[in-house]
């Protein structure tokens, strides 16, 4: 039986492609420096893969900032303003993922948007009346003969043309029809060359149908299909599909002349039972998705087997497959010193999955000697007792009543008497917490977590730097200040450290987008909070100004969705232990004479199921709660802050609305301000701070933008409800972009401030 991946981590076991990627935005590398730094990552993936047996090793599936952007500019989907830069390819790559402002011109990003139930970030192609679609780039040709020169056969990875179009945002007014026509063409002309360079297996990914499908949906997808296939030659091609189940096409799928297809038997949960009702074509392989990509706990071999051993009823040929790409996950955990080998034998990172497959095919295969890895696997890990559970957590879960979930008195009284007692200006400024983390930030936590220095030596460093930074907010004119958050590594890190039932790994970076790298803590058992996290830093930062300042926390919703969870408990078990948790510190915060609280939710939509008919039941109505039990217990003249970024909100907004915070400010500078409409439609309660710059560009906004994008919020939210602030936490930003950057935030609010 023959395994395969669908893609691997790309940054590197050292993010070796982040330290790289910003030696070269800083002009410290030129290109070709960074394109060896690339290939040996490439070409050690490749053999990591080959040595663990993998039989179907991808390739194309590494990527500078983003494969969803690799895929634009290999079909010229590339928008005229970047185009007129007159920059190199490899520049107006950049340019589109991370924006432009320099000698050739001023330019914003592309969108960005969370990829569909995960914490990585895509870019959204952008595709204009006048786009000229059609296969122009070499970059996926290049890395599979790259893989060929070096001894391995791989198959060459791609966005599907199904998915492509769905996701991409077309300017109103475009004839879509002939976009369509074109992709095809476009796609038909990349089939040809593939089997022209000698490409055996090409991996078409359709994520896209694992969502919701109306009979128009299915009739392009249909569509599309008859017609590329009808053109695949010798060509092999796998539809490969993940992050759910395929019901609404699954018929489809198996009529179309695809030669594998790949099922998700992770989160797919009917895909099983669609093999049962509709059997599998002989001549197709399957290729099951049974080793998780996205968690990072041990595979059950014992329900593994089970799961191949019902599919090959249906299937006469299966390939073991991830359910995902591993992108996901961690690249190994055998750097992992500091986790003990008790705790460490329950995990298995990017690398462990490649072993896992393999010793899921010797069991299927039945092969002696994997006997003994079989017995291992579920005796030691599934039949043990972890130790991971605390009484005194449950039973305070057990006695949450719905009086809990429910804040006193009701919004608009509570309104009012906000309005009276912060007496803030119209179009209140602030900013959304963190502020740059500099070199010497970094090297005092650093350096106190190593040992070089005193507990007292790095309190009194962030204290100066809260100190500085406080007084740079007076003197720019924010209205309501934050402390900067110079002790915090990651927003979601940062407290679990602080929670009882977590473990921490030193070297598990996940891509989150570009460089940002993320290292999500994991949660091992029943969480608890101990004493107060953040009240003391948050105490000093308000002694030190007459002006309102947040105290800055994580909601339970982005700990968890931001998290590994366990797969032992339900979770809503686990997001509602946080929720206690983190109710503790805001309940702290507000004795510590912290008037207003934020309690960040940027991950809300994350595991939101990507099928509308399990919204509520399956997540939204235990994940609105839980934020409503952090808060529920507050005075009524406190006030309740959130944020949330990089996701399409539209179409929840009526639940987050029933968050019942005072204050929601959104990411919506790279999304052209869409929320508003949806904001208006509703008649949205909440007061609003849609983001008016976008803070993952290097580029200072102008007055002129930023008054525009004011402008353009006042036109659909009443003015009294609007607040004026960056899209995100500045911590990625360098000092001196961004106190440019806020002094134009002020400056823009002020005037229109005046005007109105």
Known sequence: MKTSIIGFPRIGENRELKFALEKYFKKEIKEEELEKVTGELRKKHWFLQKEAGIGFISSNDFSYYDTILDTSLLFNIIPKRFKELGLSSLDTYFAMA????????????????????????????????????????????????????????????????????????????????????????????????????????????????????????????????????????????????????????????????????????????????????????????????????????????????????????????????????????PFTIKGEGKLSDEIKKHFSFAVEKLQELEELAEISSLKEAAESKYYKNNEALFKEDRDCKDESV??????????????????????????????????????????????????????????????????????RKISEWIKIQEDIGLDVLVHGEFERNDMVEYFGESLKGYVFTEKAWVQSYGTRCVKPPIVWGDISREKPITVEWSAYAQSLTKKPLKGMLTGPVTILNWSFPREDISLEESVNQIALAIRDEVLDLEKAGLSIIQVDEAALREKLPLRKSEWYKEYLDWAIKAFRLVHSGVQEETQIHTHMCYSEFTDIIEAIDNMDADVITFEASRSNLEILDALKEINFKTEVGPGVYDIHSPRIPTIKEIKAVIEKTVQRIPKEKVWINPDCGLKTRGVEETIPSLENLVQAALEVREEY
Request: one cysteine or more.
């Open 98 to 329: 991370r924006g432009y402002q320099g000698e050739a011109g001023d330019v914003k990003a592309l969108s960005m948007r969370k990829w569909f139930n995960t914490n990585y970030h895509y870019i959204v192609p952008e595709i204009e009346k006048d786009t000229e679609i059609k296969l122009t780039g070499e970059k996926i040709f290049e890395e599979y003969l790259e893989a060929k020169n070096l001894g391995i056969e791989t198959k060459a990875v791609l966005t599907g043309p199904f998915t492509l179009f769905k996701l991409s945002k077309i300017e109103e007014e475009s004839d879509s029809d002939k976009i369509i026509s074109d992709f095809i063409k476009a796609y038909i002309d990349l089939l040809k060359k593939s089997e022209k360079i000698g490409i055996q297996w090409l991996q078409l990914e359709e994520p896209s149908l694992v969502l919701d499908l109306s009979q128009e949906d299915k009739d392009l997808f249909k569509r599309i299909y008859e017609l590329l296939l009808a053109e695949k030659g010798r060509l092999k091609i796998l539809l490969q599909t993940y992050f759910g189940d395929i019901r609404d096409c699954y018929k489809e799928v198996i009529e179309l002349p695809f030669d594998g297809a790949g099922l998700d038997f992770t989160e797919g949960i009917k895909n099983l039972e669609l093999l049962k009702d509709y059997g599998f074509p002989k001549e197709k392989i399957l290729f099951a998705g049974i080793v998780n990509g996205k968690n990072i706990w041990k595979n059950s071999y014992e329900k593994s087997i089970k799961i191949i051993k019902e599919s090959s009823n249906y299937a006469d040929s299966i390939v073991l497959n991830t359910s995902c790409s591993l992108l996901h996950v």
């Open 394 to 463: 449950q039973k305070r879960v057990r006695e949450i009543s719905e009086e809990d979930f429910i804040r006193k008195p009701h919004f608009y009284e509570r309104e009012k008497i906000q309005k009276d007692k912060f007496d803030f200006p119209l179009f209140p400024t602030t900013t959304i917490g963190s502020f740059p983390q500099t070199k010497d930030v970094k090297k005092n936590r650093k350096d106190y977590r190593s040992g070089t220095i005193s507990k007292e030596e790095y309190i009194s460093f962030n204290q």
